[in-house]
Structure formats: structure tokens, C-alpha cells
């Protein structure tokens, strides 16, 4: 019996109909719309028919089978009268529509169709894309200002704080230029003056970075070998035509259109004239823009909760000056009970011991240990914690924020950076003792949690249980921190009982004497730790772990107990052991003034969630230990985005984006399906911040083969490279022969100024311009040295001024400096008044007794380079320099500025050429900067 039916005759003789429309461009009436382009309508008729031709494929292969067997043939006249009816529709829609059809080749057709469906399709996709960025603009940006923000200005801010703008070739960014190549040259001239001595290295590399002093002196030029000298010589000639090479690669590249350029610029000038401040959000990745008045109510408010000292702007570096030299007094009863060696004593506090005598270390290095810095604060606002139905209604000084406190460049940066070296292992060795609750970082825990696993004998119910502690380092009670101290030195040191003492005492010290400035008002945290100082994690470390042994009895009983500073996880089994150690933890850190907050699961639940870290433990019976891992992506992260894929980076730091995401996701994800599947989202997140796309596919591509969970073997790369950072990599790339004359040399990207350098200075906000460069500033004698005349025999030649004049006028001078300063001083001769610019790493005066001593030699060869003020008055006042007169007769000084020591040769240069200087030897000053 045959199973063919005249539906099916029918469906075979549509499919080859509307298979001849597509191929010979026929219209069919039903996709026929009055007023649209007959080219127009023929792209999207075939779009359907293909959809409907694809549907319809597998039931016609069935049919044409079916017409094979000898019982078709009793349909064999309906299967003629169908063809017979299409085909003369077919004719009639051709004849039709011959006058509408475009006379042109196939080719030609098809060509015209591609452009215009390209065409439509990348106008889809642009405005798609518009309208995405334009809903996310207006989520992610908060207006809390007094001020419109426009669609522009929103967009701009969406690009992130991170954000850097295509640099012009500006004064700013050529000094920078200059700074970072002759940093590279030095270490390259110092590497090969050094290179059949490595003692030297290896005793500069046992220093932490934080505590190593910048050189900027260089070697003598004869000691170096010819492929040294043509390689530095290579490195300076890139440097001259940078500036052409820059200008000519990015005149018409810029990574913010026109419309973002004025919004930038308007930005920029509402803060500047302190109308509003722009800030970050503290976890969903939102910018918070408010009023400048709102932001000193809430700083104010927030620091009011701390301890306002007692001190003015003028008292303030004489107290910052006692805690200093308290800090000094710490290091040396270190040193002398064996706590600290010779090296980091001169390291730390610049103190050497030399011959039974403690002196401090003088010259160039000497500066490095009188910082006067206070620490600054800032906020971040809580937004992820708002309704947001109320994001829009609720003011900017109602919405929660969190402080956080900038103390990595203060008085006592040098010291807290030593306690953090000595505290690191000390608090490493001591969470892992009694209870080995150590957890590095997310790695650790899962191959912890791989080691667990192995040992694992049998599957049983098991409670998975994460605890948090609430605002631990505000609630950090300092006689715990010192309990916890003396208990981690006394088990995991072998200093004496005095040394321990002394250490304690110190790390006190230096909690306690963190001074926050803000608008000229001082602050300090009298309860807790600061969050921003070098040792705040060892210390909150050791602790918390001081709490946690001290319940050991309770923790043993449990399979595995891990915590990462605030945020602990332990896996047990049986519901009354577990509560038993909630019980205990919770009362054992309300003991001490500390809050936890839980959250726990069972094996025996199908499809629980838990969350440690980025980890998420979902409970499943497939698992032999009850549960699979895979990534956590919080409820405040989604939407949130990587760098903008626009900013000025090069493409490597893109790749090591998706590079690293794709590492951390498999080893993250314990199934190769929920590993396919983050990589999939990380996709979409990184096409979202505008990666190219083709770079993301390639390197998912790499990461989807990938099988082993902790990621490939790190590459095995050469140590010691002395990098040349510059922002134009592109443009002074190393030649093969010049990577043959120096292999340890390579190019290395650093990032030009940011959206946040220019939009969100908090430091300005809260203490000025750095180096107090306010406008006011003066040039005034320290009376207290020869070159103000209080030594001896010698008489002033400095006066106190606030302008500096010229030949050709006045500058005003922005910085307050005296002889006991250092940096960029004026010689001015008294008789003509021309003028010399020179410059100190050392003291204003230490340098003038160079000059005197000069000048006593009244030797004014040509081959005596530091004889210009000599050979000034040789040339022009030779009469009055035959009777031989004082220094001070001739000239008098004025100190201009104190800029960073690393920049000295770049503002001396700045100087030469604003003022003229016609005294200077000109050779004296160029060669070391260009």
C-alpha cells in the first residue's frame, strides 16, 4: 500500500517553485509591500523562502524516495497537474515583473543585493549597538549634581575612570619621555659598568621595592664597552625624533570623537573650578557624580567618627617630623638587639652604623627619609545596597559609603613597608599553625579543596558552611592586634623577648600615627586599622588567626577550615558538629568585638549555592564529594565590563585580559560544560567592552582546548629585563640589531594619564597640589648656614622674595623653599644681571659651598665646567674679578622649585629656556637630558 498522499505531491512541487523564484528573481505576491524597492523586497522574500525551504528539505528528501517505489504511479497525474500549475504562475509572475527587474547580469545583481544587505545589516547593528550603550550610560551613570549631564558626557564616563585618552605630544608627556628613556639608559650603562660584578645586583635585589633607593647618577662614559655606547647613543636618537614619529602616527587617531572631546573638556572644567567631584562605586561598578558641596558634607561627616588633632598647617612637619625621628629611635634599639641588620637600617630610615656611631645617611639619598606626607581619604558609595526604584530619588549624602584611607606615601610609608617584609612570613608560618587555615588566594583554596578530595575515602553528607566578618578593620581592637603580635613573634621568631617588645611596640607606633589631612584639618583613626597602610593585611591576618586557635578544640572536628582574611569556609559533617562550631565562632568573635554573618548548605540538597571568594560550590549526587565548583559572578557584578577596548593600550594588554579570565575561569569550573559556558559569557563581556572581535575568538579559542584546571605552565622568561617604559611602544621598537647589542633590553608599555588623573584627583581634593604648590610660595634664608651668612666669616646672598625677576619681567614663585631644600636654584649677577640656572640633589647650601670653593680657585679654563659663574666674569667684568672678590659680591640666589629628584634634569632644562640664562655652559645641561 502506498503511503504517499496528495499533500505530499503538492509540498514537492511548492519546493521546486519556490526554489525557481529564488534563483530567477521572481516576487511572489504575499511578499509584495506598496512603496519598497523591488530589489529590496526580493532580499527579504529570500531570506523567508530559505527558512521555509530548510523546513520543508527533509520531509521532500522522504517524497522523492517514495516516487522510486512502483505503487507512485497512481499519483503520477496529480504530481503533472501541480508542476503544470506552478509553473504557470512562475510564467506569468516573470512576465509580470520583467518591466520592474533591473536589466543587469547576475553577478551584477548580486553585487548590488551584497552592498545593500551589508548596507542594512551594519545600520542594524550600529543603531542596536547605540541603544545599548545609550541604556547603559544612563544605568551605570548616577547624576547626583546640581549640573545636566548630557547623553556625551554620560557615554564618556561609561569608558571607564581607567580610561586614557589618546596623548598629545605635549611639554608634560615629552619630559615623561625623557625621564623614562634615562632611566633606561642608566640601568643599561650601571648593568654593563656592573657586569663581571653581580654581588652588586644580588645585594640590591634582597631589598622589597618599597624600600630600594633610586640612583640617578651614571657611570664614566671611558669604562663602558663601544656596543654600550652605541646602543645608548641608538636609544637617544629614538628619543629626538619621537616627538615627529608621535605626531605623525596619531595626528588624525584620536580614541574619543569630537562630541566626547567637548564633553571631555566640560568635565574637566566643572572640576576644576570645584563645582563637582566625580566618584566611583564601591562594587557595581557605577560612576557617582556629585556636588562639591556634597562631597565636603560627607567627608566631613565620615571623619568626623575619627580623632581631630590638635594641629595647624604650620605645625604640622614639625609633628611629622617627631614621628620620624620616634621611628628612628625604634629602628636603632632594633638594630642593637639584632632585630634588623646594617643594610635595612640605612634602607629604612637612612641611618648607617659605622664604627660603633649611628650617623645619618647625607647627600643625594638623604631625602628620601624626610617625607613630610600626610595620608588622604576618599569614598566609595555603597549604590549596590539601593533599591533601584530609589537611585534616582535618594540625595548624595544619604546614599552609604565606605572611607578608604591613602597612607602608601606618608611619613611612615618606609617603616610600615619593612614591617610588612618581616611580618609576611611570620603571619604565613602562623595561620598555618595549631589551625591551618592559610589561604593565599583562590588557586590555594581549590588545590587545598583537590588535596582534601583525594583523601576523601567515602561519600557522606557533608555542611558547607562560609562565615563573614563584619568591617573587620574598623573593628580591629588594638589591644587584640597586640596581643596577637606578641603571640606570632614569640612562636615563629627567634628574636629576644626585647626584640619582640620592641617590634610590637613599633607596629603600634606606627597604627596609631597615621595623620589624614583634609581641606587643612588632621585626623586619626584612634580605633581599628587603616585599610591602605603596606602591613594592614599581615596584620589583620595574624589577628584573626588569634581568635580562630584559640577554638581549636571545636575547628579539629571539622574536614577543612580556610579563611582569606575576612572571609572564612569550613566543610563538616553532621548538623550538630557544625552548629557547634558556628556556636563557637560566633561567640569567640563577639568576644572580641567582631560580628559574623553565615551562610551554609547540605550534600544531601540538590542544587545549592555557596559562595567563597569567585568560587561557587553547587551541590549535586553526581559528585563523589557532594559538590562541583564553578565561578561566581555576584549579583553587583553583572553588567559590569573590562577596560575599554578603545583606550590607548596596546593589543597585548587586551590578549593578557581575556588571557588571564580564561585561566582563572578552568580553574574555576570543574566541569568541562560550565567551563565552555563562562567562556561563552566572557565573550559576550568582552565584546561588551569593545575587544576586538577577532582577537577574543583567537584566544578562546586557544583557551577552549585547554583541559588541565590550574591553566598552562607559566613560560620560562628571562630575569633582570631592563625595560624601556614608555606610552608610544609602537614607535620605538628595538631593531635586531640592536636587541643583538643589548638582549636583556625590551620595549614595555606604561600608561599615559587617565580619565580618573584628570576627573578624579582625590588627593588634590583633600590636600592641594602636591609639594604645596599653591601660588604663594617664597624664596627665603634658612639662618642657619653660610649662604645665608650665619657661618663664619661669610655674608648672605639669599633675601626673602616671592618673585623671581628677570630681564624680562617677573615670575612668581609657588613654592616655599629655604637653603635647607633642594632642587632647581637662580644665580643672578649683581652687576649685569644676567642669570644662571642650576641644580641640586642636595641641599641649597651644601651645593654653594661647592660653588664657593670653585670660585676661590679663580681658575677659569676652558676644561673647567663648573667655573660658568667664573668665566661669566671673566668674559664681561674683568676688571672687577682682578681684585679677586667674595662670591656674595658677585651674585645672589633665589630657590624656584623642588620638583622629584627624577626630574631635576628635565626642570633645569625648563628653567634654562624660560629665563634665558646666558651664564650657563650649554653642555653642562643638554647632553644629560637629550
Given at each position: 500500500m502506498c503511503s504517499l498522499t496528495i499533500k505530499d505531491v503538492c509540498q514537492e512541487a511548492k519546493f521546486a517553485f519556490l526554489r525557481k523564484c529564488i534563483k530567477q528573481h521572481v516576487l511572489l505576491p504575499s511578499n509584495h509591500r506598496k512603496g519598497m524597492d523591488f530589489d529590496l523586497l526580493l532580499i527579504q522574500q529570500e531570506r523567508r523562502i530559505k527558512v521555509q525551504l530548510q523546513a520543508m528539505i527533509c520531509n521532500v528528501k522522504k517524497i522523492r524516495q517514495k516516487y522510486q517505489s512502483a505503487f507512485t504511479n497512481k499519483l503520477a497525474k496529480e504530481r503533472h497537474l501541480q508542476n503544470k500549475k506552478y509553473w504557470k504562475k512562475f510564467m506569468w509572475l516573470r512576465e509580470k515583473q520583467t518591466a520592474k527587474r533591473r536589466q543587469l547580469s547576475s553577478a551584477e545583481r548580486q553585487r548590488v543585493r551584497n552592498i545593500r544587505d551589508r548596507t542594512r545589516y551594519r545600520k542594524r547593528k550600529r543603531h542596536k549597538t547605540q541603544l545599548d550603550i545609550t541604556n547603559r550610560a544612563h544605568c551605570m551613570i548616577l547624576n547626583k549634581s546640581s549640573f545636566d549631564l548630557n547623553l556625551d558626557d554620560k557615554i564618556l564616563l561609561l569608558k571607564g575612570l581607567n580610561f586614557a585618552p589618546t596623548p598629545?605630544?605635549?611639554?608634560?608627556?615629552?619630559?615623561?619621555?625623557?625621564?623614562?628613556?634615562?632611566?633606561?639608559?642608566?640601568?643599561?650603562?650601571?648593568?654593563?659598568?656592573f657586569a663581571d660584578c653581580n654581588n652588586e645586583e644580588d645585594r640590591s635585589n634582597k631589598f622589597p621595592p618599597k624600600l630600594k633607593l633610586q640612583k640617578f647618577s651614571r657611570p664614566p662614559r671611558d669604562q663602558l664597552n663601544d656596543t654600550t655606547i652605541a646602543y645608548t647613543e641608538g636609544v637617544m636618537a629614538k628619543m629626538r625624533n619621537l616627538g615627529v614619529c608621535v605626531k605623525r602616527q596619531y595626528r588624525d587617531r584620536n580614541n574619543l570623537v569630537p562630541a566626547m572631546r567637548k564633553s571631555f573638556v566640560k568635565l574637566r572644567n566643572l572640576v576644576k573650578r570645584k563645582q563637582i567631584v566625580i566618584c566611583n562605586a564601591d562594587k557595581d561598578g557605577k560612576i557617582v557624580v556629585i556636588n562639591h558641596a556634597d562631597y565636603d558634607l560627607i567627608m566631613n561627616r565620615e571623619l568626623g567618627k575619627f580623632e581631630r588633632m590638635d594641629i595647624s598647617q604650620g605645625t604640622i612637619e614639625q609633628h611629622l617630623n617627631d614621628i620620624r625621628l620616634k621611628c628612628e629611635c625604634f629602628l636603632k634599639k632594633l638594630h642593637a638587639a639584632g632585630v634588623i641588620n646594617e643594610d635595612f637600617l640605612a634602607h629604612t630610615v637612612g641611618i648607617k652604623f659605622e664604627n660603633g656611631i649611628y650617623r645619618h645617611i647625607s647627600g643625594p639619598s638623604a631625602k628620601y627619609f624626610s617625607i613630610y606626607n600626610t595620608a588622604y581619604a576618599y569614598p566609595l558609595f555603597k549604590t549596590h545596597k539601593l533599591l533601584q526604584e530609589h537611585l534616582h530619588t535618594i540625595k548624595a549624602i544619604d546614599i552609604p559609603i565606605r572611607l578608604l584611607q591613602a597612607a602608601g606615601q606618608i611619613t611612615t610609608s618606609r617603616v610600615t613597608a619593612f614591617l610588612e617584609y618581616l611580618l609576611k612570613p611570620v603571619s604565613v608560618n602562623y595561620c598555618k599553625s595549631v589551625v591551618d587555615e592559610y589561604c593565599q588566594d583562590t588557586k590555594h583554596y581549590l588545590q587545598s579543596l583537590a588535596i582534601w578530595e583525594s583523601s576523601l575515602k567515602e561519600t557522606q553528607p557533608l555542611h558547607l558552611v562560609a562565615a563573614d566578618v563584619t568591617a573587620l578593620y574598623p573593628n580591629l581592637r588594638r589591644e587584640l592586634v597586640k596581643q596577637a603580635l606578641s603571640s606570632a613573634l614569640s612562636t615563629h621568631t627567634n628574636f629576644s623577648v626585647k626584640g619582640r617588645n620592641l617590634l610590637t611596640q613599633l607596629v603600634m607606633f606606627c597604627l596609631s600615627n597615621v595623620v589624614t589631612e583634609f581641606k587643612d584639618a588632621y585626623y586619626r583613626q584612634t580605633s581599628g586599622i587603616v585599610t591602605g597602610d603596606n602591613h594592614s593585611v599581615s596584620v589583620a591576618n595574624i589577628a584573626v588567626h588569634y581568635i580562630v586557635q584559640s577554638l581549636r578544640d571545636v575547628i579539629c572536628g571539622v574536614h577543612l577550615f580556610k579563611r582569606y582574611i575576612d572571609d572564612i569556609l569550613w566543610i563538616s559533617s553532621g548538623s550538630e558538629n557544625t552548629k557547634q562550631v558556628q556556636t563557637s565562632l560566633k561567640k569567640g568573635f563577639e568576644n572580641y568585638g567582631l560580628t559574623l554573618t553565615f551562610r551554609a548548605v547540605?550534600?544531601?540538597?540538590?542544587?545549592?549555592?555557596?559562595?567563597?571568594?569567585?568560587?561557587?560550590?553547587?551541590?549535586?549526587?553526581?559528585?563523589?564529594?557532594?559538590?562541583?565548583?564553578?565561578?561566581?559572578?555576584?549579583?553587583?557584578?553583572?553588567?559590569?565590563?573590562?577596560?575599554?577596548?578603545?583606550?590607548?593600550?596596546?593589543?597585548?594588554?587586551?590578549?593578557?585580559?581575556?588571557?588571564?579570565?580564561?585561566?582563572?575561569m578552568r580553574r574555576l569550573n570543574e566541569l568541562?560544560?560550565?567551563?565552555?559556558?563562562?567562556?561563552?559569557?566572557?565573550?559576550?563581556?568582552?565584546?561588551?567592552?569593545?575587544?576586538?572581535?577577532?582577537?577574543?575568538?583567537?584566544?578562546?579559542?586557544?583557551?577552549?582546548?585547554?583541559?588541565?584546571?590550574?591553566?598552562?605552565?607559566?613560560?620560562?622568561?628571562?630575569?633582570?629585563?631592563?625595560?624601556?617604559?614608555?606610552?608610544?611602544?609602537?614607535c620605538v621598537l628595538l631593531t635586531q640589531k640592536e636587541k643583538a647589542m643589548e638582549p636583556l633590553a625590551s620595549i614595555t608599555y606604561k600608561r599615559p594619564p587617565t580619565l580618573a588623573h584628570f576627573l578624579s584627583n582625590f588627593k588634590v581634593l583633600s590636600i592641594g597640589k602636591a609639594g604645596k604648590d599653591n601660588g604663594t610660595g617664597s624664596s627665603s634664608p634658612c639662618g642657619k648656614c653660610a649662604l645665608c651668612g650665619n657661618f663664619g666669616s661669610h655674608q648672605?646672598?639669599?633675601?626673602?622674595?616671592?618673585?623671581?625677576?628677570?630681564?624680562?619681567?617677573?615670575?612668581?614663585?609657588?613654592?616655599?623653599?629655604?637653603?635647607?631644600?633642594?632642587?632647581?636654584?637662580?644665580?643672578?649677577?649683581?652687576?649685569?644681571?644676567?642669570?644662571?640656572?642650576?641644580?641640586?640633589?642636595?641641599?641649597?647650601?651644601?651645593?654653594?659651598?661647592?660653588?664657593?670653593?670653585?670660585?676661590?680657585?679663580?681658575?677659569?679654563?676652558?676644561?673647567?665646567?663648573?667655573?660658568?659663574?667664573?668665566?661669566?666674569?671673566?668674559?664681561?667684568?674683568?676688571?672687577?674679578?682682578?681684585?679677586?672678590?667674595?662670591?656674595?659680591?658677585?651674585?645672589?640666589?633665589?630657590?624656584v622649585q623642588m620638583p622629584s629628584p627624577n626630574l631635576l634634569d628635565i626642570f633645569e632644562d625648563k628653567w634654562l629656556n624660560k629665563i634665558k640664562a646666558e651664564i650657563n655652559i650649554q653642555k653642562m645641561i643638554l647632553p644629560r637630558v637629550r
Open positions: 598629545r605630544w605635549t611639554e608634560d608627556i615629552e619630559s615623561q619621555e625623557w625621564l623614562n628613556a634615562m632611566s633606561h639608559i642608566r640601568r643599561i650603562e650601571w648593568s654593563n659598568f547540605s550534600t544531601e540538597e540538590e542544587g545549592k549555592a555557596l559562595e567563597f571568594l569567585d568560587v561557587n560550590h553547587i551541590t549535586t549526587k553526581s559528585s563523589p564529594k557532594g559538590f562541583i565548583t564553578r565561578d561566581y559572578i555576584k549579583p553587583t557584578a553583572k553588567g559590569r565590563s573590562f577596560l575599554n577596548g578603545h583606550s590607548h593600550h596596546p593589543p597585548s594588554v587586551f590578549k593578557s585580559i581575556v588571557f588571564g579570565e580564561a585561566i582563572r568541562d560544560q560550565d567551563y565552555r559556558n563562562s567562556l561563552n559569557r566572557l565573550r559576550e563581556k568582552c565584546l561588551l567592552s569593545g575587544f576586538h572581535q577577532g582577537m577574543t575568538e583567537d584566544m578562546l579559542h586557544i583557551a577552549e582546548g585547554w583541559k588541565e584546571r590550574f591553566g598552562p605552565e607559566d613560560k620560562n622568561r628571562p630575569q633582570n629585563r631592563i625595560v624601556w617604559a614608555t606610552a608610544f611602544p609602537a648672605t646672598m639669599v633675601y626673602h622674595t616671592t618673585v623671581l625677576k628677570t630681564p624680562t619681567g617677573s615670575i612668581q614663585l609657588r613654592q616655599n623653599l629655604t637653603c635647607r631644600n633642594y632642587g632647581i636654584y637662580v644665580a643672578t649677577c649683581r652687576k649685569c644681571g644676567k642669570q644662571y640656572v642650576g641644580q641640586t640633589k642636595n641641599k641649597f647650601s651644601t651645593r654653594w659651598n661647592t660653588h664657593r670653593a670653585t670660585w676661590k680657585t679663580f681658575d677659569c679654563s676652558a676644561n673647567n665646567d663648573r667655573a660658568a659663574l667664573l668665566r661669566h666674569y671673566a668674559e664681561n667684568h674683568s676688571a672687577i674679578l682682578k681684585r679677586k672678590p667674595h662670591i656674595h659680591l658677585c651674585f645672589f640666589v633665589v630657590f
